[in-house]
């Protein structure tokens, strides 16, 4: 096996791209969050803040109609598409190209998601992540997995993990299991923990950041975010995987002398991606 890539600031500085300065928003990116079911909008909210503080110049999100009012107050720099059912998402239609994709905060397990996801998948062509309950639906219909845009970005947490590749008996298994279901469908792996590993094929690279205040609800919508956020801006999908992975943790790490392991919640990992940033000179 190859050696391990620690995902430290060195790597992060031969991928990172600093600011042009003449740049516009219209050139920054316009990223595409789709996402949020009914008693679960808050997890595209937190993704979609996220995806604007790492720097993308747009970004939309397509969500069902209960969300409307608690995004568009909840974030005023958010631009909203709702579908047509309220509770849930049925039918994924939006009228502008998004450089970047990010499915599945919140989302649900409705059947009428999973007819909506086959024909978003069926059809789509732009750089992907999927998370949450997409990778679930994902891993019910595994035969979709050949419609992704190559080296599509996924972020299981180990549950979803298991529910994509099956289980493990050990550390070993489940890494073999990952680099080969890496290897099979050409798919960049983001597999969440303590720390985060990023599989691409055979290629294997730990974070070095983070810390146990993640462990709380909504970080990993917030990654997702982050992650969709930095291929909107033409990042290639392993460096967005890997920039985002380490400024997520770099956020917990900065915060935590002021909120402890306890304190801290999601918004708080995205109201330190500024600082998480500067610390990159
Ligand atoms: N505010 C919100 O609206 C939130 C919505 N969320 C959404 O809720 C839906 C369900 O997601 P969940 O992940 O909670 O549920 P899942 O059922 O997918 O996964 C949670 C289960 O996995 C187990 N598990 C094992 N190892 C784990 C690990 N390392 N990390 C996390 N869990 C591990 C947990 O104990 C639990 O049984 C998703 O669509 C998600 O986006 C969550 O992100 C939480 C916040
Ligand atoms: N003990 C820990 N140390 C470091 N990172 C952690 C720890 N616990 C959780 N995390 C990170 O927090 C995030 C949790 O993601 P996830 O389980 O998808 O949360 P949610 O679905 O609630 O948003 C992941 O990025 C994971 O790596
Ligand atoms: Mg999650």
Redesign the pocket.
Known sequence: MKPVIPIDKSEILKRYKPIYAKTHKGIQGHALII???Y????????SSRACLKTGCGLVTVFIPRCGYKIVQSAYPEVMVLTDISVKYITRIVFDFVPQAIGI?????QDIETHTALHRFVKTNEIPLVI???AL?ILSQNKQWMSFLPEKTILTP????LE?LIGKWDSDAEKIEKTIAFSKQNNLVIVM???PTKIFDGDTIYENTTGNAAL?T??T??VLTGMITSLLAQSYEPIDAAIIGVYLHGLTADIALPETGYQAFL?SDSIDHIGKAYLSLG
């Open positions: 996402g949020g079911s008693g679960k909008i808050g997890a595209v909210t937190l599945g905060p919140g989302i649900g998370d949450a309950d679930n947490h180990q549950k979803e529910r969440k923990g303590a462990a609800a909504g990993g919508d999601a």
